[in-house]
């Protein structure tokens, strides 16, 4: 592949920092609800969110450039394809997500030292560690990312029969609420720290799940999962955040927790035994390699 790479592909990629700053710059700035379902002028536009017309103009123009929004004459729209994704009360809403890429844009920036020293600048604990807002705003980002998992995960694997789950690391739960909407014989325990399952808790009500959902407070490297208690464990986005050993540690836990015939579900990044695939675990700080399979 490399040696068909024109120049002009080398320049596109160096350039993509600018089209991934634009996107999240409009997000952060509230230029997709100031749009809406509708069409507005650059002035109206300016107006709503409180900046300079000539500023948004340009900002709506390169988001025209990049596919997000489209322009008859001087209005602009945010097209019908994408407003589930990127308006806030989107069905399949990325605005949290896209204002985590943002918050850990600085990080990013400092890849010299990560690729120096070896380790990432900071390990996404210590980065949500800090306060309270950057944990919700990574807890909410994780609904956004998870919704369309828990449609693709049961295509490849059936989880119909399962009645008993423990969501391990759960943050807002989505995987959780989601299976358990669409399998109501199915009981999950959620498990993780305070500030998530405060979170959870509230994702629990605007599901409207009843006493199907219970909670376990906790870090699951202190917490007892108990044994045979569970015949679906699902940890997800969990293990690119830690080492080996809390992982294997982890993992031992959880299969002491299955039942005979118990299954457990990891998702998350990965990489595959070239380390270079896929691109989005290749681009991650430190993704697990995939086990080999014999």
């Known amino acids: 592949m490399s040696d068909t790479i024109e120049p002009k592909e080398i320049m596109k990629t160096a350039r993509g920092f600018m089209l991934s700053k634009t996107l999240l710059m409009a997000n952060e700035l ?3 609800e100031a749009l809406g379902r509708g069409s507005e002028s650059a002035a109206v536009v300016a107006d709503k969110i409180l900046l300079s017309e000539k500023g948004i103009e340009r900002l709506l123009n390169a988001l025209c450039s990049i596919g997000m929004l489209t322009k008859e004459g001087d209005v602009y729209s945010l097209p019908e394809s994408l407003r589930e994704y990127l308006l806030r009360d989107g069905d399949a809403s990325l605005n949290n997500y896209l204002n985590l890429y943002a918050h850990f844009w600085n990080v990013w920036s400092d890849m010299k030292t990560v690729i120096r020293d070896g380790e990432p600048a900071k390990s996404m604990m210590e980065l949500l560690s800090k306060d309270e807002d950057t944990k919700e705003m990574f807890i909410t980002a994780m609904a956004d990312r998870s919704r369309e998992a828990t449609r693709l995960i049961p295509q490849v694997v059936d989880i119909s029969a399962k009645k008993n789950m423990i969501d391990v690391g759960c943050g807002p739960g989505t995987y959780s609420f989601e299976w358990m909407k669409t399998y109501p014989g199915l009981k999950a325990t959620l498990l993780d720290i305070e500030p998530a399952l405060e979170v959870a808790k509230r994702y629990k009500q605007v599901y409207g799940i009843g006493n199907e959902a219970t909670f376990m407070p906790g870090d699951f490297r202190d917490t007892d999962l108990g044994n045979e208690s569970y ?11 830690y080492g080996a050993d809390d992982n294997i540690k982890l993992l031992s836990k959880v299969y002491n927790a299955l039942t005979t015939g118990g299954m457990v579900i990891i998702h998350g990044y990965t990489l595959d035994d070239s380390e270079t ?3 989005g675990s290749a681009l991650q700080p430190s993704p697990p ?3 080999p399979t014999s």
Do not use: C, H
Not at 231 to 241: G, S
């Open 30 to 32: 509230g230029v997709f």
């Open 277 to 279: 695939e896929p691109l």
């Open 231 to 241: 015949d679906l464990a699902l940890v997800a986005n969990l293990l690119q955040m």
């Open 289 to 291: 390699k995939v086990m």
